[in-house]
């Protein structure tokens, strides 16, 4: 399909008149469904979001996207609000002004929604309405007159002219479409519908057929049974009119065919001569290790059936081949400990073993756990909002069997200081018992590793500036000797230092700033009197690992590239290194005794990709993003002390050394500007 994949979500849970009340989940729903849907590993729907609007702002926005279409889009409309039903029986969606007594002309007809649709070029629509038809609404306000709120017969078939359109709703004529289990319950998050719609496409447990991709038809059966699981009250309805299958998103659940292993080996496995078997058992080992996933999967079935089946020798042998390809997960159970109210901590479950053993699903036992699959493994984000011990469980399933790792921990409320009031003396006989003042709350306490790592950054940066000034008489001399060069490193230096000792910088940003600072600042590339600032640089380093490592709340790994900023800090790395290996081009043409300067040019071109590909990659993301903006300082580092280095020469133009200078700059300001979306 060439046709772009357009989405527009509407929110509205905020309404001026109080006669309506108020709904929690559309603005969860919004954001649940905005995230997925944008995900270029799932849908890649170019996402657009209307919250708490008025009703000709939604109505403009639905008019946009449906008349600026062309056949081969795919348009997805998602309605998350109240809806209402005239006494005429005509069916409006309500907006943030919506008033009850007067719909035609306050809120979105769903007949208008109707009319955009059939005027759209677009073959491929889909419209998903998460709406309360029922109960939502305070008393006094007819909702309706008589008769049934039946949504479908807004969205009547035919009359597309060919084209294709599904209307898929949360609930029938006559239910209410369920926000949560309990009312009472302040903490926002997506209605049942849209919580199962967004677990479907993320987990991929919608791909019914796991043929790799989520059809329109398997995603309403994955809705129907999960709503109808987690609320029995609730039937989730379609009218689906389409020609062919509309897939809608992609799913990491590909059935794994078994590849019937050689005939002269499934016959060695079921030779009379049980020396003949066991080597068939050898073989089918090495065979279960294999990258091609179906000869792997084939050979275990073979293993299985020896095992079942076999004598008790040659069973326990086959059994023990196939127990190297059994699920194994590092760690088997996640205790996240404490955890501040508001904050989302995030783990990583490692996957080990053979890459057959490695070909595993990960499913959530609640919704407040979310589970992302990156690589061999699975980073989970703990988003649990209610006070209190929790625990969960997260399914690892595979070709070879299942596991379940075990999360554990407690919110906490974040502690305040107390500040208790002088007693005043009162007048009385009798005095009150003395009010005993709370006691302070435990300020955290500091990393020994951390703080360590913070000395030895100052200790760098205070051996520079006097070895900078001590080798140079006169300021003249100090910018002629090139002292200049490594004031860059001595802010660095500094920066990273300070970030050590505070407790919201030194668990992420601290480390990962220092951490890669070193790895290009730390290259030999100055005068010898350096080495002492690198070694200094590098034990630093070393602290802040160490501190990291004993941080039991979150564990560092790897993930993919997660937006465009990510791909603009790789192609800056990439121009960069090309604009250093130019250089060293130059030097080595120059002169063969400038072959050494050279050398060190391409090694901080290769140093610098490495430190790009790592903050990218490197995961919890805080502390990747803070590892990229020290590639980055350390890059600037770098090439200054370069720059001072090379010949006066007409041969030696300098184009690439200003070509990487720039790159780096551009490198630490998408480093900043990734930093500052962390930290919204």
Not at 638 to 656: D, E, I, R
Request: net charge negative; aromatic share 6%.
């Amino acid at each position: 399909m060439t046709g772009e994949r357009r989405a527009l979500i509407i929110a509205n849970g905020e309404y001026d008149n109080p006669g309506l009340s108020a709904l929690r989940s559309p603005a969860a729903d919004a954001e649940a469904l905005a995230e997925v849907l944008a995900d270029r590993d799932i849908s890649e729907f170019a996402v657009q979001v209307v919250r708490d609007e008025t009703a000709h702002v939604i109505a403009g926005r639905v008019e946009d996207l449906f008349a600026d279409s062309a056949p081969d889009d795919v348009l997805l409309v998602h309605f998350s609000c109240h809806g209402l039903k005239s006494e005429s029986g005509e069916l409006f969606f309500a907006a943030r002004n919506t008033r009850p007594e007067r719909l035609a002309s306050t809120a979105v007809p769903a007949d208008f929604v109707q009319r955009c649709m059939r005027m759209s070029r677009s073959r491929s629509i889909v419209l998903l309405l998460d709406c309360c038809y029922g109960g939502a609404f305070s008393q006094g306000v007819a909702v309706r007159a008589t008769g049934e709120a039946n949504v479908l017969d807004a969205f009547p078939a035919g009359g597309f002219g060919g084209r294709g359109r599904a209307v898929i709703t949360a609930s029938n004529s006559i239910e209410y479409a369920f926000e949560g289990d309990h009312l009472a319950d302040d903490h926002v998050r997506p209605s049942v519908f849209t919580s199962a719609l967004v677990d479907g496409l993320r987990t991929g447990d919608a791909d019914r057929d796991e043929d790799g991709w989520v059809a329109l038809g398997e995603l309403y059966d994955y809705l129907f049974d999960s709503v109808r699981e987690r609320n029995p009250n609730q039937t989730p309805s379609r009218d689906i009119e389409m020609q062919g299958e509309l897939y809608l998103a992609r799913s990491r659940r590909r059935r794994i065919k078994p590849s019937p292993v050689p005939a002269d080996l499934r016959a060695a496995s079921e030779d009379p001569n049980m020396f003949t078997r066991l080597g068939a058992v050898t073989e089918l080992q090495r065979r279960l290790t294999s990258e091609n996933l179906s000869v792997a999967i084939g050979a275990h079935e073979v293993l299985t059936t020896m095992a079942q089946t076999d004598i008790q020798h040659i069973a326990e042998a086959a059994d023990l081949a196939r127990q190297e390809a059994r699920v194994r997960t590092e760690p088997e159970v996640v205790r996240f400990g404490e955890v501040v109210r508001g904050t989302r901590p995030v783990a990583r479950i490692r996957l080990d073993g053979p890459p057959i053993a490695r070909a595993c699903r990960f499913a959530s036992s609640h919704s407040w756990l979310r589970v992302t699959e990156d690589g061999d493994g699975a980073e989970i984000v703990l988003e649990q909002a209610e006070l209190g011990a929790f625990e969960a469980r997260v399914t690892v399933t595979g070709p070879t069997g299942e596991v379940m790792v075990r999360v554990e921990g407690q919110v906490v409320q974040e502690p305040r200081p107390v500040h208790t009031p002088a007693p005043t003396p009162e007048p009385s006989r009798n005095p009150d018992p003395p009010v005993l003042p709370k006691p302070e709350p435990a300020r955290p306490k500091s990393d020994p590793f951390a703080v360590a790592a913070g000395l030895l950054a100052f200790t760098a940066a205070v051996y520079l500036v006097v070895i900078a000034f001590a080798l140079s008489s006169s300021v003249e001399d100090f910018f002629e000797d090139g002292g200049w060069s490594v004031l860059p490193l001595v802010l660095f230096a500094i920066g990273a230092g300070i970030a050590m000792f505070p407790p919201k910088t030194r668990r992420m940003a601290g480390p990962g700033t220092l951490c890669g600072l070193t790895l290009l600042s730390a290259i030999p590339s100055g005068p010898v009197l350096l080495v002492l600032a690198d070694g200094c640089l590098i034990a630093a380093a070393v602290c802040a690992l160490v501190s990291v490592r004993r941080d039991r709340s979150f564990r560092l790994g790897l993930g993919k590239p997660r937006d465009a900023l990510a791909v603009a800090a790789i192609v800056s790395a990439l121009l960069g290194a090309l604009g250093l290996v130019m250089e060293a081009v130059e030097l080595f043409g120059y002169s063969s005794t400038r072959a050494d300067e050279g050398t060190i040019y391409l090694v901080v071109s290769v140093m610098l990709l490495i430190g790009t590909l790592l903050g990218v990659l490197l995961r919890p993301a805080p502390f990747g993003v803070a590892f990229l903006g020290g590639v980055a300082g350390g890059g600037i580092v770098t090439v200054c002390v370069l720059f001072y280095a090379m010949p006066s020469s007409s041969s030696v133009t300098g184009a690439g050394w200003g070509i990487a200078l720039s790159m780096v700059l551009v490198l630490a300001i998408v480093a900043g500007l990734a930093a500052r979306k962390e930290n919204r």
